[in-house]
């Protein structure tokens, strides 16, 4: 079983950076895709970004393409970091890390390709 741990979130300003990690465990797992999803209040969860697991391979939403930069820390893929620049008030939603260990059948911008979930961060741009 993964667990997913999420770590970063804050309140901030407009303008403001902010650096989210998801750390996967036991490391004895080596995630083939990781992502974050996002969820904003009376929203439904979006997808934000993710990376595969050579750490080359990476998709973004049209929304964060530019501010937001994925990447990951070892080549295991199990420690993922979401670099967050130019933060505005519609970034502000909870942060959810996913993972999925096997080659997606479905586009990884969907969260049925994930089976795996953290509990999230809660991410505040104040303006």
């Known amino acids: 079983q993964v667990q997913l741990v999420e770590s970063g979130g804050g309140l901030v300003q407009a303008g403001d950076s902010l650096r989210l990690s998801c750390s996967a465990s036991?490391?004895?797992?080596?995630?083939?895709?990781m992502a974050w999803f996002r969820q904003a209040p009376g929203k439904e969860r979006e997808f934000v970004s993710a990376?595969?697991?050579?750490?080359?391979?990476?998709?973004y939403a049209r929304s964060v393409k530019g501010r937001f930069t994925i990447s990951s820390a070892n080549t295991k893929n199990t420690v993922v970091s979401l670099q967050m620049n130019t933060l505005n008030s519609e970034d502000t939603a909870v942060y959810y890390c996913a993972a999925t260990l096997s080659r997606p059948l479905a586009d990884e911008r969907r969260e049925l390709t994930y089976a795996y979930w953290g509990r999230g961060t809660q991410v505040t741009v104040s303006s």
């Open positions: 036991p490391e004895t797992y080596s995630p083939y895709t």
């Open positions: 990376i595969k697991y050579d750490g080359r391979t990476v998709y």
